[in-house]
């Protein structure tokens, strides 16, 4: 039976450091690699979950309660957005998709949006997911306490091997290691 690994992304080149711990530390021949990238919401579109708002007047129409005439034949419709920002998520990802599958890896990329830690935990049980393997910057002290730290945060609620890579500010290495 092959071993799900989960390799949570940010899109920036430091979270792509952890690709050479895959490399080193599982077989392609027996280890399935599931790309997670959450994203934040779009802008200016509402989360899918939402509650209903009660007013008197529609989002996109003037209180006398017309259309303003601009858009009046033009809707966009929230699902375009949404289909939109993960259609060119998916596009931005690819290259990543592609180092893992010319690696051997059999690859799965899963797009959510919401709070980093929190999705990555939920996949992590949805997906019975094996074990984790995430770069971390590694802060200490105040700066952690601003920004907090995704990997800790993941680390406390998950049940599964969490592999942490601290990353380096500038790698001249290639994304994957030679295995062996």
Same mark, same amino acid.
């Given at each position: 039976? =092959?071993?799900?690994?989960? #390799?949570?992304?940010?899109?920036?080149? &430091?979270?792509? +450091?952890?690709?050479?711990?895959?490399? $080193? #530390?599982?077989?392609?021949?027996?280890? +399935?690699?599931?790309?997670?990238?959450?994203?934040?919401?779009?802008?200016?579109? /509402? @989360? $899918?979950?939402?509650?209903?708002?009660?007013?008197?007047?529609?989002?996109?129409?003037?209180?006398?309660?017309? $259309?303003?005439?601009? !858009?009046?034949?033009?809707? *966009?419709?929230?699902?375009?957005?949404?289909?939109?920002?993960?259609?060119?998520?998916?596009?931005?990802?690819?290259? @990543?998709?592609? =180092? #893992?599958?010319?690696?051997?890896?059999?690859?799965?990329?899963?797009?959510? &949006?919401?709070?980093?830690?929190?999705?990555?935990?939920?996949?992590?049980?949805?997906? @019975? *997911?094996?074990?984790?393997?995430?770069?971390?910057?590694? /802060?200490?002290?105040?700066?952690?306490? *601003?920004?907090?730290?995704? =990997?800790?945060?993941?680390?406390?609620?998950?049940?599964?091997?969490?592999?942490?890579?601290?990353? /380096?500010?500038?790698? !001249?290495?290639?994304?994957?290691?030679?295995?062996?």
């Amino acid at each position: 039976m =092959a071993t799900t690994v989960l #390799l949570p992304l940010d899109g920036s080149p &430091f979270s792509r +450091q952890a690709f050479r711990a895959v490399g $080193r #530390l599982f077989s392609p021949e027996r280890a +399935q690699i599931t790309l997670l990238y959450v994203a934040e919401a779009p802008e200016g579109v /509402r @989360d $899918r979950t939402w509650t209903p708002l009660v007013s008197e007047v529609w989002p996109g129409m003037r209180p006398g309660g017309w $259309r303003e005439e601009a !858009n009046a034949d033009h809707p *966009i419709y929230a699902t375009q957005v949404w289909d939109s920002t993960k259609a060119d998520l998916i596009e931005a990802l690819d290259d @990543d998709v592609r =180092a #893992l599958s010319d690696a051997g890896f059999a690859v799965r990329l899963v797009i959510r &949006f919401g709070d980093p830690a929190q999705e990555i935990a939920d996949l992590i049980e949805e997906d @019975d *997911i094996d074990a984790v393997v995430m770069a971390t910057h590694g /802060r200490s002290g105040l700066s952690r306490a *601003i920004m907090g730290s995704v =990997a800790e945060r993941v680390l406390r609620m998950v049940h599964v091997p969490v592999v942490m890579i601290r990353g /380096r500010e500038v790698s !001249n290495q290639p994304p994957l290691a030679p295995l062996g």
